[in-house]
């Protein structure tokens, strides 16, 4: 009765947390870091800090990343509103009694743009670009048989032609089993760090400190851009076994996510499988702006001592295109 009693406590404060606003929307910057990360995770809805333990945990909750045996690599990538190429990977390796060590890498690249100015509406021969990463090291480890706790650190770049801004932060991520339908109560706390700051040659320009006095020398000047804050996000959510029987299991999560800049969210998510080999996923997103249902697949396929698993999600926006996600990982 005590276990039911608090799966309800955190029932109401995910519905508390869901009504609650938010003044600083759309404040923050670094919006690729908020970007669902491989589609496993998309498939669920993002509900996963209670239930994701491969190596791409390194995105969402470093504590998932205790359930790695001995060593995994993943690689996933998307073509997000048809306009952008991003790309991940995140690869493992548990030294058993020391914890787990883990590396991860997310580049979002934009394709060349034409420049257009005043004088050329039409284009001006000349290309830009935009390209973001984020280079990340996590440390995980078990404190008990029933607790573990993750931290990664980040290294943040953002470049717009020849302007960028970069800065370090931090995720923190938590995860409690309970010995209930095997229950899992855990956190994120995610993009904890500095502003960032744009800067870079092209906020050079020279300056008329008088325009009355026509002769006067041009002066070199810099344009000075203002500080924005990351995407700092809390998640807290729960993952619990709906059904298990022999070969077939079915698993749901339920997460509430408080962003710094945007209102409170719920994302529910429901996986089952199939000997373990087959997997069927979907997921809802609530008070979120154009994305609501997502659907997902993926099978694991034994290679000798090692394991392949490919996973697949389709993501249905209201407005702007729907999003195809692909994944590769191997166990070894």
């Not at 800067?199 to 008088?210: Q, R, S």
């Not at 851009?225 to 619990?240: E, H, R």
């Not at 994302?267 to 702006?289: A, H, I, M, Q, V």
């Amino acid at each position: 009765m005590k276990k039911i009693k608090y799966i309800t406590a955190l029932i109401i404060i995910l519905n508390m947390i869901s009504f609650a606003q938010n003044a600083n929307l759309g404040t923050s910057g670094a919006q690729f870091l908020t970007i669902p990360t491989g589609p496993r995770a998309a498939a669920l809805g993002g509900a996963v800090v209670g239930i994701i333990d491969d190596p791409s945990a390194i995105f969402w909750n470093p504590s998932g990343l205790t359930n790695i045996k001995s060593a995994a690599a993943y690689f996933t990538y998307m073509r997000y509103f048809e306009m952008f190429d991003y790309n991940a990977f995140a690869a493992s390796y548990n030294l058993q009694n020391l914890g787990v060590l883990s590396i991860g890498l997310i580049s979002f690249l934009t394709d060349k743009m034409e420049i257009t100015t005043e004088f050329s509406p039409q284009g001006t021969g000349r290309f830009f670009d935009a390209s973001d990463l984020c280079l990340m090291f996590s440390y995980s480890r078990n404190l008990t048989d029933m607790f573990s706790f993750g931290v990664t650190a980040k290294y943040i770049n953002q470049r717009i032609y020849n302007v960028s801004s970069s800065t370090i932060a931090f995720d923190i991520g938590t995860r409690y089993k309970i010995d209930f339908n095997n229950l899992v109560i855990a956190m994120s706390f995610s993009n904890f760090g500095p502003d960032l700051r744009f800067d870079g040659e092209n906020l050079n320009v020279t300056h008329d400190i008088d325009p009355n006095v026509p002769l006067n020398r041009l002066t070199p000047a810099r344009l000075l851009t203002d500080d924005y804050p990351l995407p700092l996000t809390f998640q807290v959510g729960v993952a619990i076994d709906l059904y298990k029987e022999g070969f077939f299991k079915s698993r749901f999560a339920i997460d509430a996510v408080h962003p710094n800049d945007n209102n409170e969210r719920i994302n529910f998510g429901l996986e089952t499988s199939y000997y373990d080999r087959l997997f069927l996923r979907g997921g809802y997103k609530y008070n979120y702006d154009d994305e609501a249902f997502s659907f997902g697949v993926g099978f694991n396929l034994p290679i000798g001592e090692n394991t392949l698993a490919i996973d697949y999600s389709f993501s249905l926006f209201d407005i702007l295109p729907d999003v195809h996600r692909i994944a590769v990982s191997i166990n070894f």
